[in-house]
């Protein structure tokens, strides 16, 4: 039977992260490639998953057996807040119109990617896949928040009236290659990464916004992206999976800045802007459902550190192409 796995979001932070997995892993391992598998990275260029018609083309071009969904409008806290309904909009349309892609083509299996922002903002911790529809979201973030979470109605849904195989994954914060590393609409380690590059060469202050006390998980783009081929082959239920480091593993925005500032080696005036938001304060989520079912496979997460020196190297390397907005 061939396989042919479409990765949609295909050029971003987790798709190029999916990608270096597949082509670096020896084929037939558990996370490379299977023989007779072929694999399709797409982005936006390729097709415009906000239009019905674009993603029909897109699907009647490659006739995906698998999906994995990762294509979103994706953003930090500050871009969450600015643009809340384009947020909603956005990813309503491109998450409706590859489900029901999907289902017209008969597709076998189909992952969509959620995260924790999706998740109530008051709830008991640690978040697990049960809790997701348990109360509102964090204000800051409740567009992108319930665009997200609709992709769970749907999935039961198309479950339930069709018998579809659709699921979801929930990872927590990610970063890695490839990621979007503009100053103002990233997430923070990569938004950091940048303005902590700028710092050094400029020899101006690194400044960090918000007090540095909120919490968060961090998961390398190269070890979601082994759970998701994992999750692709293995996972065979509606409920979504967290895809995320142990609970334990929480650090806060001042101790990431700290191992940015130490794997950058900068050495100049570093501080916190207090008057940006803090959003959420934390979201720990548990990964005890993922632990029980990776048994065997060998599976490790990759050291914080190390993977953020491996970010940063790449940051370096590629920091004329890679997407830093306008450049100062
Ligand atoms: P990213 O680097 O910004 O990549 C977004 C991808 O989506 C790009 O390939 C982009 O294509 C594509 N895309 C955006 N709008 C599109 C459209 N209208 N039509 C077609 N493709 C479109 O984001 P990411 O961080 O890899 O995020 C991937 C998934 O992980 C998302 O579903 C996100 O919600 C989820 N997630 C991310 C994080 C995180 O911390 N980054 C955390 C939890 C969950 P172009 O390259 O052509 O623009
Ligand atoms: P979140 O986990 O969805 O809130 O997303 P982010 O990756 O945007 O992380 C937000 C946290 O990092 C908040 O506590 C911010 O105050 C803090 N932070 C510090 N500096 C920055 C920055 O330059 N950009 C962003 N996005 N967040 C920052």
Known sequence: MSVRVLVTGGTGLVGQGIKYVIETEP????????????????????????????????????????????????GGLFANMARKLDFLRDNLLI????????????????????STCVYPDKVEYPLDETKIHQGLPHESNFGYAHAKRLVDVQNHAYK???????????PTNVFGPHDNFDLESAH????LMHRCYLAQKNGTPFVVWGTGKPLRQFIYSRDLAKLFVWQL???ES?????????EDEEVSIKQAADALVSAMGFKGDYRFDETK???????????KKLLGLLKGTGFQFTPFEKALDETVQWFRQNYETARTGKKQ
Request: proline share 4%.
């Open 233 to 235: 082959r293995n996972y």
């Open 27 to 74: 084929e037939n391992s558990t996370f490379g490639k299977q023989s007779g598998e072929e694999w399709f990275f797409i982005g936006s260029k390729e097709a415009d998953l906000k239009s019905q018609e674009q993603t029909m083309k897109l699907f009647e071009k490659y006739k995906p057996t698998h999906v994995i969904h990762l294509a979103a409008l994706v």
């Open 188 to 191: 923070v380690l990569p938004a």
């Open 95 to 114: 998450n409706d119109n590859v489900l029901h892609a999907a289902h017209e083509f008969k597709c076998k299996k189909v992952i969509s990617c959620l």
């Open 238 to 246: 509606v409920e979504p999976l967290i895809l995320s480091v142990g």
């Open 160 to 170: 339930d009236q069709y018998g579809d195989n659709f699921t979801s994954a929930i």
């Open 277 to 287: 938001a803090d959003g959420q304060f934390r979201k720990p989520a548990s990964n």
